[in-house]
C-alpha cells in the first residue's frame, strides 16, 4: 500500500483504542489529587523529551532530525510549566527518574528506524498523550484547578498536537516500503499495548481514569 492508505490504517487502529478511553466509567473512589496526577505527567514529558533526543544521533533524514530536536525543547519547557505548578500545589520532593525508565520508554528507544519510531513514537504516543490531555483537562476544570488546565489549554496541547502531525508528514513522506511499513505496524501495536497496560495500572493506583499524557 502507499504511505497514505498506510496512515490512515495507523490511524484507525489509535482511534479504536481512544475511543474506547473514557468509557471506562470513574473509578469509586477517586484517591489522586492533582499532585499526584502531575506526576505521572512529569515523569511522560521526561521520557517524551529524553526520547526524542536519543533518536537524534542516529536519524538520518535531516528533517525527521529537526523535528525531533523540536520536539525535545517542546517536551523540556513541558516538564518545567508543570513542575513550577506542582510545586505550587505544595507537590513535595520529586524525581520522575526515581524508580526507573517506564517499559514503553524502554521499548521505544530500542526502536532502528526512523519509521518505527515516527509511528510508534510521535504518530501514536502523541495522539494518546493528547487524548488523556483531554480527558485531564476535563478533571481539572471539574475540580476548579483552572490554572493546571491553562497550561494544558494554551500551552502543551498544542505542542503535542503538533508532534502527532510531524509523524503523519513524515510517515507519508518515508513509509514507502512494505518492509518498514510491517516493523512500524507491529512497533504501534506493541506501543498501544504496553501504554494501555502502564494506564491501567496507573488507574489502579490512583483511583483516577483521567491520567496525563506527555
Ligand atoms: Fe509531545
Ligand atoms: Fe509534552
Redesign the pocket.
Known amino acids: 500500500m502507499d504511505s497514505r492508505e498506510f496512515v490512515e490504517e495507523l490511524e484507525r487502529a489509535n482511534q479504536e483504542i481512544m475511543a474506547r478511553m473514557g468509557r471506562e466509567g470513574a473509578p469509586e473512589d477517586s484517591r489522586a489529587g492533582v499532585p499526584v496526577l502531575l506526576r505521572i505527567a512529569l515523569k ?2 521526561l521520557e ?1 523529551f529524553e526520547l526524542a533526543a536519543h533518536w537524534i544521533p542516529t536519524t538520518p533524514e535531516l528533517d525527521v532530525k529537526l523535528g525531533l530536536a523540536r520536539q525535545v525543547g ?2 523540556a519547557k ?1 516538564y518545567r510549566l508543570l513542575e513550577a505548578r506542582y510545586r505550587e500545589l505544595g507537590g513535595g520532593d520529586f524525581d520522575p527518574r526515581q524508580g526507573g525508565y517506564s517499559p514503553l520508554f524502554q521499548y521505544l528507544s530500542g526502536l532502528k528506524t526512523s519509521v518505527e519510531r515516527l509511528a510508534a513514537g510521535q504518530f501514536t504516543r502523541e495522539a494518546l ?1 493528547q487524548r488523556r490531555n483531554e480527558m485531564f483537562i476535563e478533571y481539572l476544570l471539574a475540580l476548579g484547578d483552572t490554572q493546571t488546565a491553562k497550561i494544558y489549554q494554551e500551552t ?1 496541547q498544542a ?2 498536537g503538533y ?1 502527532h502531525e510531524l509523524g503523519k508528514t513524515m510517515l507519508l513522506k518515508y513509509a514507502t516500503t512494505p518492509e518498514h511499513q510491517r516493523a512500524a505496524r507491529e512497533a504501534c501495536r506493541r506501543t498501544l499495548e504496553i501504554a494501555e497496560k502502564l494506564r491501567a495500572g496507573a488507574i489502579a493506583k490512583t483511583g483516577a481514569y483521567q491520567i496525563p ?2
Do not use: L, S, Y
Request: glycine fraction near 8%; include cysteine.
Open positions: 511522560n514529558e517524551a517542546d517536551e513541558h498523550a502543551i505542542d503535542e508532534h499524557g506527555c
